[in-house]
């Protein structure tokens, strides 16, 4: 499912209604402490009268804070625009300057930071100015609930706008200040946290001071329930805020890490992570992207392998090593080769001749492995294929193996049929089939090593594909191959006896196949 992601200017609206509407709401504590608290109530009522010098303070504040802290933005954000706009225009990101790389990690926290100085400023100015250290204490208080707001809300939507500059999502390779998951937190409990019981002392132990040289100490005491109530208000409403923000930037990452993760083991290998912080969860998602590569790569490594070697032997390879060594086993060998190879080669240019080797090796593979068989050796025209070794074992390996030669004699007509329309030479082919004892294994040496079977059966399968052309027949099959066949009595065989076969001292007995009659290739 495909998300749609906001645009830049959409982004920097989100950012900018942010700020206002942080900066606005710390304003408002800001009103709410002047004119419940401060100045201290005198007569009966206990909420002190809002004398035009606060409502001037508290307009002041809002709108100093917010100005300056817009204007130091939109100042400090020149180069991070300047470099949006060539990105979108197709600059590479990768030609970023450092210090603009630097600049787009931290800016949450540079606007945080402004609204902050802002609040300080004011406040250290109105404090001098009117003579009240009440004014610093308000303004401060709004001013540490909206820079919190806006540190961590804008950290939220600024990740959105991250994977525009880091494409790659490599964002540990950048030297720029980390805020990791544990300072984030602390800066949440300080501001916000301690922001509550700080202020509640402070707040309390004057009003109970002035309990007692007040004339009307009764409303100094209803004064006292507001300023807690108050207390309790701004607490419970900054905590909640700020702590659904914390909760988001560091859930967030987390669940789409799971996502990936669960993608991954449905075999997605091209799942990845967005990398939109630089701090422990970024960097963690950038080492499950890192992973991911890895397991393409290795992968693309096994299909490779797989094309090399076949699919069976690659797999073995992965699950068990490449240990030299063999096994003794009882299976059937085929051995096909290409007749006159010479004259063909002779006809054909070099190009040529491996499109067309290509194409017969594909038709003859395809039913190779559709009856089971393993391809363990191409010849450049030759190939060998075994049936009811340990990477496919098997009973009725000896029919299998007829059948596979049944098969490729009919694929090797149809592929002439094919050929023949594009003006190419026919290709004939002899197949010589043995069963017995052979040695299957990895064969090699340290450096390189083949899965291959060796064995007097392996040896007699290439010496009866030798002799197909002076028997008349295209198939030949040993006796030990024929006795083993089970199902496949319908085959057109005749016996030929005193078989002479290079290598061997006796004569051998063999079966040279032609047609079959209703013994379509099987599994």
Known sequence: M?????????ISRRVAALTTGATVFGALIVFLYFSLLDPMPVDESAVGSLEPEGLLTFAVAGVLILAGAIAMVIWLGRPI????????????????????ARLVLVWP??????????SLVVAVFLSIAYGDPGNFVGIAVGGAVGTTIVYFGTDLIWRQQIPTFFPDGNLSSV???????????????TLIGALTPTLLVVLTQARMRAVLDAENPQAILDNLLLVQLFILGVGLVAGVITAALVARAIVGPIQALQAAMGRVEHDELDAKTAVTTNDEL??????????????????????LFGLYVSAEVAQAAVETGAGLGGRLVDCSVIFSDIRDFTTLSEQLPPARLVEVINRYMT??????????????????DSVLAVFGTPLNPMSDHADRAVRTAIGMRRALASFNERESEDGLPRLEAGIGIASGPVIAGNIGGAERIEYTVMGDAVNLAARLEDRTKDAGAPILVSAETYRGLEGTRD?????????????????????????????EPGR
């Open 282 to 303: 970024g960097y963690l998602s950038e080492r499950f992207n890192v992973m991911t590569d890895g397991l393409r790569q290795g992968e693309r490594l096994r299909e």
């Open 109 to 118: 926290l540079v606007g945080a930071s402004l609204v902050a100085a802002g």
């Open 491 to 519: 085959l057109r065989a005749r016996v030929l006896t005193d078989v002479r076969i290079k290598g061997k001292r006796d004569p051998v007995t063999v079966y040279a196949l032609s047609e079959s009659r209703g013994a």
């Open 363 to 380: 038709a003859m593979v395809s039913v190779v492995v559709d009856h089971g068989g393993v391809v363990t050796r191409f010849g450049g």
């Open 2 to 10: 495909s998300t749609s992601h906001p645009s830049s200017r959409e």
């Open 175 to 189: 030297p720029a200040f980390r805020l990791l998951v544990r300072r984030r937190l602390l800066l949440a409990f």
């Open 81 to 100: 625009r300047t470099w949006l706009g060539l990105i979108e225009a197709g600059t590479p990101a990768s030609e970023m300057p450092p210090n603009v």
